[in-house]
C-alpha cells in the first residue's frame, strides 16, 4: 500500500471533554469545520494543524512546506481575537463542541498576496480571491485535535484514509486511480473512468461535497447519481465524499486534490482538462503541465486531453477519423440547460442517471 504523502498517516483524534466557562471557544463555519475533520482524520497529511506564517510562505512561494514536501494550498484559520501563543482554543459548531487548537502563533499576511500566489490572479470576482478577501482578522496556527465525527446525513458515504486504504485491501487492490468530481457523472466522465480501470484494479469516486459555485450539482444528487452508476455499471468502483470546499485554484489545486488522493491510498489519480478551473482564470492543460515540478509527488497522474462523443462511431472516443459533424463535444453549460427544461442532454448520460436528476425540480446549487 503507499505511503501517506510525508510518510506516515496523521490521525488527532481524542476522546471529548468537557469545556468549562473559563475556556476560550471559537464558533466556526461548515468550511472551517472541514478542514479541521480533514486535518485530525488524515485527509490533510503530514499537516498536524492549521499553518504558521512560515509554512503559509513556503507554501505560497515553493509549494513546498518548509520540511521539503510538496504542497500548494494555504490551509490558514482566520481568527478575530489576538489569542495569546500556547493557549487552547475549543471550537463549536452548531451547538457542538467539535475539538480544539493549541495556538503556536497569531500573525498577519497580506491577502493580496495570498490570492495572487494561489489563484494566479486578485480579481474579486474569482470565487476564491472573493472568499480569502473576506476572512476577517489575523491567522492562527497550531496543532488541531478532533472529538467527534461528522453526522450531517451523508454519513454512510464518508470513509476516512484509513477505512479506505482497510477497504482496498480487503478488495485485494494494488493499483488504485482517484477521481475527482463536482458533478454527477455523464458519459464523459466514465469513458475517463472506465479508460483508466483499464490498467488499474479499482477505482475510488471521491467527489467533493462542500462550498460550490452555482451550477455545480446538488451534494445529494452526485451520491445517488454515482451510486446509480457504479450499481450498473463501474462494478470496481468505490464512493467515498471528500467534505471540502472547491478552491478553484486550478493548477495548484490539481496538485493538492492528487495529494488528498494519495493519502486516501490510491497510486494514480486522473487530471482532466482545466482541472479545479474557473472562469478564463487558467490556461486549458495548466493543470497537466504543474506536475512536471514535483517528481517526488509519489502518486502518478493520468492525463486526460480532448474527448467527445461519435454519432458514428456510437460511443465516447478521445479521436476517431469520422468529420466534426459526428462529434458532440462535452458541455457543462448544455448540459445544464438540458436539465432544466427536463430534457436529455443529447444522450449524453446513463438513463438511471438521468431519470435521478429529473427527479429533482433543480438539481443545481
Known amino acids: 500500500m503507499i505511503e501517506a504523502h510525508g510518510g506516515r498517516l496523521v490521525e488527532r483524534c481524542a476522546c471529548k471533554r468537557e469545556v468549562g466557562s473559563k475556556d476560550k471557544v471559537l464558533e466556526i463555519d461548515s468550511d472551517t469545520f472541514s478542514e479541521i475533520v480533514n486535518i485530525s482524520h488524515g485527509v490533510f ?3 498536524s494543524g492549521f499553518m504558521n506564517s512560515d509554512a503559509l510562505e513556503s507554501v505560497l512561494s ?3 512546506l518548509p520540511d521539503g514536501n510538496a504542497w500548494t494550498m494555504p490551509i490558514v484559520l482566520p481568527v478575530q481575537e489576538k489569542y495569546e501563543r500556547g493557549e487552547r482554543v475549543f471550537f463549536r459548531h452548531e451547538g457542538r463542541d467539535i475539538g480544539f487548537i493549541d495556538i503556536d502563533e497569531i500573525f498577519d499576511f497580506d491577502r493580496n498576496d495570498i490570492a495572487k500566489k494561489t489563484f494566479g490572479t486578485a480579481d474579486p470576482a474569482h470565487p476564491g480571491v472573493s472568499e480569502i478577501m473576506k476572512k476577517p482578522g489575523c491567522f492562527a496556527g497550531g496543532k488541531v485535535t478532533t472529538f467527534t465525527e461528522v453526522d450531517d446525513g451523508f454519513s454512510k458515504y ?13 478488495k485485494g487492490w494494488d493499483r488504485i486511480v482517484g477521481f475527482q468530481t463536482r458533478n454527477a457523472p455523464h458519459l464523459g466522465h466514465e469513458y475517463v473512468q472506465r479508460t483508466a480501470l483499464e490498467s488499474a484494479d479499482g477505482l475510488f469516486i471521491n467527489p467533493v461535497f462542500g462550498k460550490k459555485k452555482p451550477g455545480d450539482f446538488k451534494d445529494e444528487v452526485i451520491v445517488r447519481t454515482y451510486d446509480a452508476l457504479i450499481k450498473n455499471y463501474l462494478p470496481n468502483a468505490l464512493l467515498g465524499i471528500l467534505r471540502t470546499k472547491m478552491r478553484y485554484a486550478g493548477p495548484r489545486e490539481a496538485v493538492f486534490h492528487a495529494i488528498i488522493r494519495k493519502n486516501f491510498g490510491c497510486t494514480h489519480f486522473i487530471v482532466g482538462r482545466d482541472h479545479a478551473g474557473v472562469g478564463k482564470y487558467y490556461e486549458p492543460y495548466a493543470a497537466h503541465e504543474i506536475f512536471s515540478e514535483f517528481p517526488d509527488l509519489g502518486i502518478t497522474p493520468l492525463f486526460f ?4 462523443y461519435c454519432s458514428k462511431c456510437g460511443k465516447v472516443v478521445g479521436g476517431c477519423s469520422h468529420g466534426s ?6 458541455s457543462g453549460t448544455r448540459i445544464r440547460e438540458k436539465i432544466l427544461a427536463k430534457e436529455n442532454p443529447d444522450d449524453m448520460m446513463r438513463p438511471e442517471v438521468l431519470e435521478i436528476i429529473l427527479e429533482e425540480e433543480n438539481p443545481f446549487v
Do not use: G, Q
Not at 486531453?305 to 467527445?308: D, Y
Not at 459533424?325 to 462535452?330: C, D, I, L, V
Open 62 to 64: 515553493k509549494m513546498r
Open 325 to 330: 459533424e459526428f462529434h458532440r463535444h462535452f
Open 45 to 47: 497529511s503530514p499537516l
Open 158 to 170: 464518508y470513509l476516512s484514509p484509513r477505512k479506505t486504504r482497510e477497504k482496498f485491501r480487503e
Open 305 to 308: 486531453r480532448a474527448f467527445f
